[in-house]
């Protein structure tokens, strides 16, 4: 199948099989366009790494592991964060045997033993199922290639795309309900990215894969998800329209104390941004021109994150920020507080206090809502 190596947005589960007393993964790689070494991480833990050597990106070795879990094949700079080196995410099965074959970096097989060979038809699968969304993507870039309007290609993207996933979740939904005795559907759940549809389709698996020891599986994902949910509804709530801003007070550029509620009586725009953001960054220009274009009307407070104390300043020196700034420095709750959880976050508070609505993102709507506000 077609594999993009930077865009997978989720951990690829895998289920024991019936060799489950071997504590090997047996892995075979013929990836011609890599070098002679490969490394291989378990899980997140950097501290183990376990190297092997080959000849022009063919490799055979053995992984030790105890039970199923996803391993990382990574060539040495991924690590060093040399963004062309290649990695591969894997589900490994212990007592199975994994192959990867590919002759170009954009498309590599998952094949082997029985849970692998599974895998592999579903794979194929998925690669069918999402041609219609990957084109309609090339399509819209190639749009914009040509000159077309973001907006224009936007709403061609946003009319087409809901179907189109639509038809991705039906696919997907029928081969598990087709292949519901076969260990590897605990590794296609999570493909549907959707907690409401992973929910359903576990109840299309047969009960001796649903009841077995695999179910930690698919459970880790919908629990992972069911956290984030919990984790956005508490964010939506902290921020909703009519909310009291938490009040805080943190030092500004010249190391003096300022209080939020010191600026009540007008509107003020807190700004959640941090210099490694690359969004924030490129949303400062359009914040400065409305700045200008309302003078009076509002003021910003820059709320930095993550940032050491230099950094901060002379992100604010190079970028010649006006407004107001502060260091929010680690170990804080003041994030907590108000339930950041991207950035940028900007959150309009009206001038008794409370909030006036919150835009997470470097979002049109943003500017849209001061020209309501401050336009009239």
């Not at 003096?256 to 807190?270: A, D, E, F, Q």
């Not at 050491?308 to 190079?318: G, I, L, R």
């Amino acid at each position: 199948m077609k594999k993009l190596f930077f865009c997978s947005t989720m951990a690829l589960f895998t289920a024991i099989s019936c060799f489950a007393n071997d504590s090997k993964l047996h892995v075979k790689m013929n990836m011609k366009y890599l070098g002679d070494t490969i490394q291989v991480m378990i899980g997140q833990d950097r501290s183990n790494l376990q190297t092997f050597t080959g000849k022009q990106g063919v490799f055979e070795f053995d992984v030790e592991i105890k039970e199923p879990q996803t391993i990382y094949l990574l060539e040495p700079g991924v690590l060093r964060g040399d963004r062309s080196a290649h990695y591969y995410q894997i589900p490994a099965v212990p007592g199975e045997q994994v192959e990867l074959t590919a002759s170009a970096p954009s498309r590599y097989d998952i094949n082997g033993s029985k849970f692998y060979s599974q895998y592999h038809a579903a794979d194929l699968m998925l690669e069918d199922a999402q041609k219609e969304g990957s084109e309609l993507t090339a399509r819209c870039q190639e749009l914009m290639k040509n000159g077309a309007s973001q907006d224009s290609v936007m709403k061609i993207y946003q009319t087409e795309m809901p179907a189109i996933r639509q038809r991705v979740t039906d696919k997907i939904t029928a081969y598990i309900k087709a292949h519901a005795d076969e260990e590897a559907m605990t590794a296609i759940i999570p493909q549907l990215q959707d907690l409401e549809k992973m929910k359903a389709a576990v109840q299309l698996l047969s009960p001796a894969v649903r009841e077995s020891s695999v179910k930690v599986f698919y459970e880790s994902v919908i629990a992972q998800m069911e956290a984030q949910a919990k984790a956005e509804e508490e964010s939506a709530r902290k921020q909703a329209s009519g909310v009291t801003a938490p009040d805080f007070t943190l030092n500004d550029l010249n190391g003096k104390p300022l209080t939020l509620s010191s600026l009540h009586g007008k509107y003020v725009i807190l700004d959640f941004w941090g210099s490694w953001c690359g969004w924030c960054i490129k949303g400062f220009p359009e914040m400065k021109e409305y700045y200008k274009k309302y003078p009076g009307k509002f003021e910003i407070l820059g709320i930095d994150c993550n940032d050491t104390e230099q950094k901060w300043k002379d992100a604010v020196k190079k970028h010649e920020l006006p407004w107001l700034h502060v260091y929010n420095p680690r170990g804080s709750n003041l994030t907590a507080d108000y339930g950041i959880t991207g950035f940028p976050t900007k959150i309009i508070v009206g001038p008794d206090g409370k909030i006036v609505k919150t835009i997470v993102g470097e979002d049109p709507a943003f500017y849209t809502l001061l020209d309501e506000l401050f336009g009239k």
